[in-house]
């Protein structure tokens, strides 16, 4: 009897993995994914609120091969005016804001006596691979939870760029970088400067992945 017990439960099993839906492939037409809201995001736009940071709930969606926004969000005004900004997930969002108003703003007043008045981006969503390393992984931006910072224009006119800035001959240019790559190690999971890699020669790589990866 046991016998006849088994098999029905094998076929049940079989079935399961023959019907299972096969992986979507890299560059699919984008589907809205019906999961309800993580009480961790719906924890995190009460953050954004209380922060008085204006933002706008994105819906789920999955790319295929791997990539998917879910959680996201579109800041809208942190403050300061960010360019490039495309879909964060939430928890991302919330630690740059905080890293753009309490280490960036303080410290070009502070250090470069002038005010912060605009933060360039170069994205944060790509569906795409890590970049410069040897064993190519699906990059943070592909689940939109990383931003590169390339660039900082203060009110007297000043761009400070990451390129250009890094290796500067003028010593405070290089010790505001240098804070803000500091200050961002404590923030963010991964954090990735020139010091890293050719790659990111012209950018601060900031991810929300609790690595604690700083370099």
Not at 1 to 24: D, E, F, S, Y
Not at 189 to 194: E, F, H, I, Q
Request: include cysteine.
């Amino acid at each position: 009897m046991t016998k006849w017990l088994v098999l029905p439960a094998l076929a049940m099993l079989a079935g399961c993995g023959t019907n299972r839906p096969a992986p979507r492939p890299r560059g699919s037409k984008p589907v809205t994914l019906a999961i309800p809201t993580s009480r961790e995001t719906q924890a995190c736009y009460t953050d954004l609120s209380r922060e008085a940071v204006r933002f706008s709930p994105l819906a789920d969606r999955d790319y295929g091969g791997g990539c998917r926004v879910a959680g996201a969000v579109q800041l809208i005004d942190i403050g300061v005016p960010v360019t490039n900004l495309t879909a964060m997930r939430c928890g991302l969002a919330r630690s740059f804001g905080g890293w753009v108003r309490h280490a960036a703003v303080p410290a070009a007043r502070q250090m470069l006596g002038s005010d912060l008045v605009r933060v360039e981006s170069m994205g944060t969503y790509a569906c795409r691979n890590t970049v410069g390393t040897a064993r190519p992984m699906l990059s943070g931006h592909a689940i939109a939870n990383a931003v590169d910072v390339g660039a900082f224009v203060l009110e007297d006119g000043r761009r400070i760029s990451v390129l250009n800035g890094w290796q500067s001959p003028d010593p405070q240019v290089r010790a505001f970088l240098r804070v803000l790559h500091d200050s961002a190690c404590k923030r963010f999971g991964t954090v990735l400067s020139p010091d890293y890699n050719a790659v990111h020669r012209n950018h601060l790589h900031l991810e929300d992945d609790h690595k604690s990866f700083c370099r």
